[in-house]
């Protein structure tokens, strides 16, 4: 058996509502759909790196602050 090692904690709903933003605005920024950042927002999805890292630099936030892994890591 794989291991899938430690869980990946999103913050993004958070960072979203603190800012006043919507899902739908950071899918136009990235052109992607309104589901992809819709399933990162719930966990059945994580985004690539370089899309992590343009959501960072769209919410001025390191990317850490976004996902982080939940063991504290």
């Known amino acids: 058996m794989i291991d899938p090692g430690p869980a990946v904690e999103c913050r993004l709903p958070a960072i979203l509502r603190d800012r006043h ?9 990235l052109r992607v759909g309104d589901q992809v950042v819709s399933d990162w927002c719930c966990g059945r999805a994580h985004p690539r ?3 992590a890292l343009q959501v960072a ?14 063991d504290g890591g």
Do not use: F, G, Y
């Open 49 to 51: 790196l370089a899309s």
């Open 21 to 29: 933003m919507t899902q739908r605005s950071v899918a136009h920024h």
């Open 57 to 70: 630099r769209h919410l001025d936030v390191p990317v850490e602050e976004i996902w982080a892994l939940e």
